[in-house]
């Protein structure tokens, strides 16, 4: 049996800016409940779980974002696009605004270029689309497209993505986070109600038992969750791996965990119904 296959993931509210975080662990499965709001219940732990924040690995420089423009509308004048961007030269997206439309735009999938840095705001891509993890080197990336719709129920186009983030909403794959079937340094990280690929920023971090904040501070293959189900102590969470349900994998690497779906009964996406995550269950 397949370990993942094509999924439906409905669609939920959530915003972004370079890379997402850990999922809500405090109910249900590995990964909490399939709620209509994707993974985050709110910006940050309450405390009462020991999970770690809902952020992105970096964040935003003056909490939240200023909006300029709307990027879901495209609200803009002809011949410019919304885009976001760091109002502050900063490394994180905090604020949209209109830039010009590249003469020759590149399409959703396709590699771009921007100016000055990855959160410039100025890139070669479509009108609703956005450079995407962008090589500080080169500065280089791949065109990803904004959701669409509006902020209630915003959604994707293509069916092989998904609706991501929080107060930026990106249409990024869906991927199988058994198979990590996502191009070269990136990883299969759990983002809300589904699997979705994104850029891997665990540095020299990121192995079994590491210490993490966000969900992308894992090595791909791992996941990063609330130290209250893990043999961790001393952090807000620590990196674990996801398994396919019934395998022996976890106790092999500490006898007190299992391999826990990551969803609750029921509610896994069709094709995740075995995906699940090395946790000392509750």
Known sequence: MAACGPSSPSVGA???????????????????SNTSTPVEPDASSDGSTGDPPILFLV????????????????????????NIWSND????????????IAPDPDEVGEPCTVEGSGTSGLDTCVL????????????????????QGDASNPYCADPET???GRDILLCLPVCCPLEQNCVEGQGCYAIHDSFSCAPDASGDLGAFGDPCEYINACDPGLVCLGASWLP???A??????????????CSELDPTMECVPWFEEGAAPPGFEHTGACVVPS
């Open 128 to 147: 609703g689309a956005v450079c995407w993890d962008v090589d500080p080197e080169t500065l280089e990336g791949v065109c990803v497209a904004y959701c």
């Open 89 to 100: 030269g900063g490394s994180a997206w905090n604020a949209t605004k209109c830039v010009p």
């Open 162 to 164: 998904t609706c991501e």
């Open 236 to 249: 807000v969470g620590c990196c674990t791996t996801f398994c396919f349900v019934g395998s022996s994998a």
């Open 232 to 234: 961790c102590e001393g």
């Open 14 to 32: 959530g915003g972004a800016s370079t890379s997402e975080a850990p999922s809500d662990t405090s109910s249900g499965g590995a990964g909490g």
């Open 59 to 82: 964040e935003p420089d003056g909490g939240g974002v200023s909006y300029e423009c709307d990027f879901l509308l495209q609200d803009c004048p002809a011949g410019t696009k919304c």
